[in-house]
């Protein structure tokens, strides 16, 4: 299972909005709207910010937002803030039941 | 709130093995799968694998199997993790997570804290 792609680096400044992509197969993110996404701090587990491509859990800001369309689901961080620098990853459930991450893009806010 | 509390960190030899706990606690142990997953040093996730506390099913990557073993105790509401044949590669932080199942969709919504294993002569 090859891991999903997603751009090694974004960048913005405070208060513009950012993109992230995650492009699967359709064996993954074609195929399923099981796709999530998860922010990590330096030093820090991972902490899910959207499930299922476009569920907030509770806590987690409005200014994320998901979508997907074909086998690439995209991450929006609108009014970007300092504390939004961190690395993304997405994931995803696949086919053959296992789970797939996508190699993770830093963002910096400049 | 949920907890995973995981072991602390090891140094092992090259060809020995270890083993990773990760206790849950504040939530029903047998209603939400255990998912491994690892970093390496600057790199990103890697998903290793699944158990199912409630009757010890689990589901490994290909890449893992026939060295990680995964493990459960009920009465500890613990999960364990063993890597066999461990190579300098195998460095990483190692992280659980819960995923719920049944009505619930796939996703990690818990995690815990890491554990440095660290591969060294």
């Known amino acids: 299972q090859s891991a999903l792609t997603q751009p090694a680096s974004v960048s913005g400044s405070p208060g513009q909005s950012i993109t992230i992509s995650c492009t699967g197969t359709s064996s993954d993110v074609g195929g399923y709207n099981f796709v999530s996404w998860y922010q990590q701090h330096p030093g820090k587990a991972p902490k899910l910010i959207l499930y299922d491509v476009t569920n907030r859990p509770s806590g987690v800001s409005n200014r994320f937002s998901g979508s997907k369309s074909g086998n690439t689901a995209s991450l929006t961080i609108s009014g970007l803030q300092a504390e939004d620098e961190a690395d993304y990853y997405c994931?995803?459930?696949?086919?053959?039941?296992?789970?797939?991450f996508g190699g993770g893009t830093k963002l910096t806010v400049l | 709130q949920v907890q995973l509390v995981q072991s602390g960190a090891e140094v092992k030899k090259p060809g020995a093995s270890v083993k990773v706990s990760c206790k849950a606690s504040v939530y029903t142990f047998t209603n939400y799968y255990i998912h491994w997953v690892r970093q390496a040093p600057g790199q990103g996730l890697e998903w290793m694998g699944v158990?199912?506390?409630?009757?010890?099913?689990?589901f490994y990557a290909q890449k893992f199997q026939g060295r990680v073993t995964m493990t459960r105790d009920t009465s500890t509401t613990t999960v364990y993790m063993e890597v066999t044949s461990l190579r300098s590669d195998d460095t990483a932080v190692y992280y659980c997570a819960r995923e719920g199942y049944g009505d619930k969709t796939p996703h990690f919504d818990y995690w815990g804290q890491g554990t440095l294993v660290t591969v060294a002569s």
């Open positions: 158990i199912n506390p409630s009757g010890d099913g689990t």
């Open positions: 994931s995803s459930y696949t086919r053959s039941s296992t789970r797939v």
